[in-house]
């Protein structure tokens, strides 16, 4: 029930594309849902997150979409760029310990 | 950058020695979560200290322990090394107030490899 599942595993995006990564959980009592951005040797950085009284949260050209009664979410990259190329991580929290997602490595060509 | 800094960057280790990696949280924080990370992997949580105490710990065994510091300052220790211990080790720095537990932000990590 403390699972996270993300996918896909990875993804190839062209510059200026869409990049669309999905997650799902179990436990409904999540209650924050956020996602991290991590470069190789760095640590996880917050992009975005949200919580579950709205369905669609957007910040620059991230946007995370939350479907409730499907207890899935996922993160939108806009006009995608070779500069976002990284690993993101899902994550599902309501005591402050974050569940992650596996993680998925987005590529974006020039 | 978060203000939350780790030290040390990298660090070796024989199997069955002990390890204490440290971490200072970012200004106004009051909690600090450390986790696993092994190659490939999404973070796996260890424990959290709020207050000097462990506020919540997950599926570890005891020879990982830890301790918050007055100055809201965190040391992780690990006890026995084993080869699976291997992984970055990450510490996040968060605020808890009024029941509610708000973003938690990421050190840059310390990669430990035990041979």
């Known amino acids: 029930q403390q699972q996270v599942k993300q996918s896909p595993q990875s993804l190839i995006v062209q510059k200026g594309g869409i990049s669309i990564i999905n997650c799902a959980y179990e436990n409904t009592a999540f209650d924050y849902f956020p996602w991290y951005q991590q470069f190789p040797g760095k640590g996880p950085a917050l992009l975005i997150a949200?919580?579950?009284?709205?369905s669609e949260k957007k910040e620059g050209r991230f946007t995370i979409s939350f479907n409730k009664s499907a207890k899935q979410f996922s993160l939108h990259i806009m006009d995608s760029q070779p500069g976002d190329s990284a690993t993101y991580f899902c994550?599902?929290?309501?005591?402050?310990?974050?569940?992650f997602g596996q993680g998925t490595t987005l590529q974006v060509k020039p | 950058e978060t203000g939350v800094t780790q030290s040390p960057t990298h660090l070796i280790k024989t199997r069955g020695q002990q390890v204490t990696l440290r971490c200072s949280s970012q200004s106004g924080h009051n909690t600090v979560s450390w986790y696993q990370q092994a190659l490939g992997q999404g973070p796996q949580f260890i424990f959290q200290?709020?207050?000097?105490?462990?506020?919540g710990r997950g599926n570890f065994p005891p020879r990982f322990s830890g301790l918050q510091f007055p100055n809201y300052s965190s040391e992780l220790n690990v006890n026995a090394l084993e080869l699976d211990d291997s992984a970055l080790y990450l510490c996040a720095s968060s605020f808890i107030g009024l029941g509610t537990v708000y973003e938690q932000y990421f050190g840059p990590g310390t990669r430990l490899t035990v041979t």
């Open positions: 949200i919580r579950p009284d709205v």
């Open positions: 994550a599902a929290d309501n005591t402050g310990k974050l569940i």
């Open positions: 200290y709020y207050r000097e105490e462990e506020n």
